[in-house]
């Protein structure tokens, strides 16, 4: 199956998001959420917690959370809030310990492998610590060694395209292992409907993200997911007209 | 449509935050609890779940929450919603961790998905899949032909001798998806996460007779 993710960058607070975007108006066009703590430095896990519980309240989809994942009790706050998997990334080199524990705990399934990938003189090189520190493993021996650990998605970032707009930087996927198994989410540079279109229809990937602002503004984001069943891809299908009236009768009847 | 009660039943297994805020979402006047004796007198509930069958029936039958469930259902007409676990564990048996038996309400018996059947998709059953209607009445009320549905789940009963009005869905085996039959009802997806036709489903479910 096929799929799109939204992932929020934190430009603004939660009520600026509610307040600026019709929320429902992005929820009921993506398949899933992703929701990430980007914040630099000491991270407030419970006022994530909270906006995670905010958002799950309001999004009948799957959501994953993460950001700053170094502890079980985190995982599980973040699973009991709402989120149906965690986002980890530097916890993966940092403690597998801790990594097997919530697999072991919530299963493979729950637990979403995150990698952010720049370039570096030509090469793609992986970092952690909100892309702060440069790992000295090529990606494809990252990607081979996530795939040992057994996790239920990957979702592969490009640092250079994030947030730009330019499209995604499908040469990244050569560096996926061919005896990779685990289902990709590609983000990092959707600005536009082909972005997203191209994107499905490589067949290394299973998932494409976006987070580009403009791309939620109105009901551009309910636009392109009606454009992209019309022209044949394989996403889940609902309708989206049927909740509107179904609100409204159950409201003032 | 008048607010209803819902009773969801909370056993410490699994994400209630998504069953209840759509639950709220559709108007209805939640209530969570684990207390055997506002379970018995419900009229709606609803049981949710995700993990391990056997620790679910333990976590059920620790705080002598199974009787109340089985009271409410057979002697008070209370209807039920099982969701994922929730919807295995009122069957008979589950052949996971060795095997356990379930509340009972139904006769079905829980499996895995069989390998052989599989051809390389993986185990669990992860995403959102159509399901296939029998009749789009009751719980499968305005749903959209293909409709599909978020599943995460690992074992699963078939349909052989199946009543009621239920829907299957194809993963290597066709298998039960959702059903209903009298007050009792059941769906093996999450509609919680399943967008619109979740909300729909349980709108359908709440306002079910």
Known sequence: MLSRNFRLQKVGGLGW????????????????????????????EKRFHEHVRSLASECFAPIAAGGGIRTLEHARNLLYSGADKVVVNTLIYESTDIMNEIISEFGQQSVVAS?????????FTVWTDN????QKKSVTQWLEDIALLGVGELYLNSIDRDGTGQGYQIELLD?????????VILSGGAGKYDHLSNGLRDKRIDAVATEHLFNFVGDGLKKMRNKLLEEGHNLPYWDAEIVRKMYNTLHTG | MSIQKVTVIDYGVGNIWSVMSALKYLGADTELTSEPEKISKASILVLPGVGSFKRGMEALKGRGIDESIIDAVTSKEAKILGICLGMQLMMAYSTED?????????????????????????IPHVGFNSIYVNEKEGLFKDLPD???????????????GMQGRYATCKYGDEFLAAYEIGNIYGTQFHPEKSQINGLIMLRNFMKAE
């Open chain 1, 17 to 44: 998001l509610k307040k600026n975007y019709n929320f429902s108006n992005i929820s009921f066009s993506i398949d899933e959420l992703i929701i990430l703590d980007v914040t630099r430095g000491e991270k407030d």
């Open chain 1, 175 to 183: 560096s996926i292992p061919d005896t990779f198994s685990i289902p």
């Open chain 1, 131 to 134: 892309g702060s520190v440069l």
């Open chain 1, 115 to 123: 990698v952010d990938v720049k370039m570096v003189d030509n090469k």
């Open chain 2, 146 to 160: 293909f409709a599909d549905f978020y599943f995460t789940h690992s074992y699963r009963t078939l349909v052989d």
């Open chain 2, 98 to 122: 060795g095997g356990a038996k379930g509340l009972g309400l139904l006769p079905n018996k829980i499996e895995r998905f069989s390998i052989k059947n599989l051809n390389e998709k993986k």
